[in-house]
């Protein structure tokens, strides 16, 4: 469904007229992806050492989530630090796209992973 250049999940199109429903479901989408990829990050990280490294594996996982959180609010606030209200969501268009890029980087590498597993 579209609205204008925009698709639902396309965030690289905002505009000072993108509907509210749009970035509404947009975000739940972001937030519910968020929430699922949580626990099985954790899980592999965790069960892919000997049971005594447990605790190592879920705090490095715990810490690169949180430096990436910390980074990715950083490189957005950056990108669009300066702007007017009215530039505000084209501005914002590298970051949404370095999102998406992110997002298809981390399901190849799942992909290739869960294959590679597969093939064992």
């Not at 699922?36 to 447990?54: K, M, Q, Y």
């Not at 209200?85 to 869960?114: I, N």
Request: overall charge positive; some cysteine; aromatic content about 6%.
């Amino acid at each position: 469904m579209g609205f204008g250049r925009v698709e639902l999940g396309d965030l690289t199109g905002l505009g000072a007229h993108t509907p509210y429903a749009l970035l509404l479901g947009a975000y739940l989408l972001i937030g519910v992806g968020v929430g699922f990829a949580n626990a099985p990050i954790t899980n592999t990280a965790v069960s892919g050492l000997p049971r005594e490294r447990a605790g190592v594996a879920g705090a490095i996982t715990s810490t690169a989530r949180q430096l990436g959180a910390a980074i990715g609010v950083a490189v957005a606030g950056g990108l669009v630090a300066g702007q007017g209200a009215d530039q505000l969501a084209r501005a914002s268009h590298p970051g949404w796209l370095l999102v998406a890029l992110c997002g298809a980087a981390l399901f190849l590498v799942a992909y290739t992973a869960r294959r590679t597993g597969a093939d064992r």
